[in-house]
């Protein structure tokens, strides 16, 4: 900042605070020299110093914690794929098992249908059965009175 910018200076080396202080005790005009630094600015300047030092520190507690966060944040991100993933092989194994479920209860009821059928079929064969051989005990009868008949008539000729 000491440095004169200003393309009228009249030495590019010297500031121009510098020079002006010099043409003053050179003209012998009656200003006072005011410092360039009061005292006030420079304990200002030592109490921003501290300031900015612990703003420089908190911003790098902050990046710290900055990183930590990211790291965790990863491993959320990861910890939630997983269990995403997880998640979806379950729903997959679940929806299996229930179609697992409704082929064996399809199953269990044909079977139990054919079941049902067939009981009604052995029971028709059964009364069948048991029809045929009342009618052949029947014939029998009819047969043994026919015979005893046949033999009586025999004997009375």
Not at 46 to 75: F, P, Q, S
Not at 93 to 105: N, S
């Amino acid at each position: 900042m000491e440095r004169d910018s200003r393309a009228w200076g009249i030495d590019k080396e010297i500031p121009y605070h510098q020079w002006v202080a010099e043409r003053v005790n050179q003209v012998k005009l009656p200003f006072r020299r005011i410092p360039t630094q009061s005292r006030n600015e420079e304990q200002n300047q030592d109490i921003e110093l501290g300031e900015v030092k612990k703003l420089k520190e908190e911003v790098a507690r902050l990046k710290e914690k900055n990183v930590k966060m990211a790291d965790d944040l990863l491993g959320l991100q990861h910890s939630y794929a997983d269990l995403n993933r997880e998640y979806e092989e379950k729903t997959e194994a679940y929806e299996g098992l229930i179609k697992k479920q409704r082929a064996e209860r399809d199953y269990t009821h044909r079977i139990k249908q054919d079941l049902s059928a067939a009981n009604k079929e052995l029971t028709m064969r059964v009364q069948e059965r048991n029809m045929t051989l009342l009618v052949e005990h029947q014939w029998k009868n009819l047969y043994e009175d026919i015979k005893k008949d046949k033999q009586e008539v025999v004997k009375r000729l």
